[in-house]
């Protein structure tokens, strides 16, 4: 199971920015996936999840609103599109998934905001 995540970056505050997480090495189109989130200094929080289908999506209350993950299963890939940054989303962040019983990461991409 490996994951690859692309699109992070330096963007000012209210700016918008979509993450790529793609997939590879396993069914993708069987699992849930899911973006985390690490700020310096804090854990690793869910942002957001999605089933396999793409059907139901799952948010932190605090990118409600703001954030939009989705996928597409024929590129095994899952986006997160993020708009109306602020300065408390500056963190590293990863994209995950549960495959047979174990927890796989990929190795993260880093969202900077700032003014």
């Known amino acids: 199971v490996q994951f690859v995540e692309s699109g992070g970056g330096l963007v000012q505050p209210g700016g918008s920015l979509r993450l790529s997480c793609v997939a590879s090495a396993f069914t993708f189109s069987n699992y849930g996936m899911s973006w985390y989130r690490q700020a310096p200094g804090k854990e690793r929080e869910l942002v957001a999840s999605i089933s396999s289908g793409g059907g139901i999506t799952k948010y932190a209350d605090s990118v409600k609103g703001r954030f939009t993950i989705s996928r597409d299963n024929a590129k095994n890939t899952v986006y997160l599109q993020m708009n109306s940054l602020k300065l408390e989303d500056t963190a590293v962040y990863y994209c995950?998934?549960?495959?047979?019983?174990?927890?796989?990461w990929g190795q993260g991409t880093q969202v900077t905001v700032s003014s």
């Open positions: 995950s998934a549960r495959v047979r019983g174990l927890t796989y």
